[in-house]
């Protein structure tokens, strides 16, 4: 194998543990056992329940519809060899967004919250396809992520001196785990 193959393949590895989406309780325990897709869905839900407009839910519903549209895309186009690296960028530019606090407009934020969830359901789909399963898994992966992102929205919610030192310490978790994905 080459070089970029090699790593390719270890990127995968670190990022997607345990891709046996051979049903509907592997599909729902994916997101958990998944670094990427546990600390992105953790990330867009925090990032969405900053906002005090209608983003603080329409951000998490419309990742979860472009996901489902990345694993169509997933199952019909075949693999890209940029898809995991692009994924650990979405993970170490989450982190930076929630550490940095930046101010995004909203149509930047929709639009990169798209492009991320087109990401991750794209691997998600070429996974399900590579497996021969279907709709079962898929239906449990988007009730997790759905979880997960209503658990980000909830993390945002904590305005008192120690909740502002848990998003601290998960921005920081997330910058550190996307730049680890990206350099190994």
Not at 31 to 38: K, Q, R, V
Request: glycine residues 10%.
């Amino acid at each position: 194998l080459s070089i970029r193959r090699q790593r390719q393949m270890c990127i995968r590895d670190s990022a997607h543990p345990g891709h046996d989406m051979a049903n509907f309780a592997s599909g729902f325990s994916h997101p958990f056992t998944g670094i990427d897709h546990l600390l992105v869905m953790l990330a867009v839900g925090f990032w969405a329940g900053q906002s005090h407009s209608s983003a603080r839910w329409q951000v998490p519903m419309q990742f979860v519809m472009f996901m489902l549209g990345g694993v169509a895309l997933g199952a019909m186009i075949p693999g890209l060899a940029f898809i995991e690296v692009a994924i650990a960028v979405s993970v170490l530019a989450m982190g930076l967004v929630i550490l940095l606090n930046t101010s995004v407009n909203r149509v930047w934020q929709l639009l990169l919250t798209a492009v991320f969830a087109l990401l991750h359901g794209f691997v998600h789909g070429q996974e399900l396809v590579a497996a021969g399963n279907g709709m079962a898994a898929v239906v449990g992966m988007l009730l997790a992520t759905m979880i997960l992102l209503g658990l980000g929205v909830y993390l945002a919610s904590f305005k008192n001196q120690l909740g502002l030192l848990l998003q601290r310490g998960f921005a920081a978790l997330l910058t550190l785990s996307g730049a680890y994905l990206l350099i190994m």
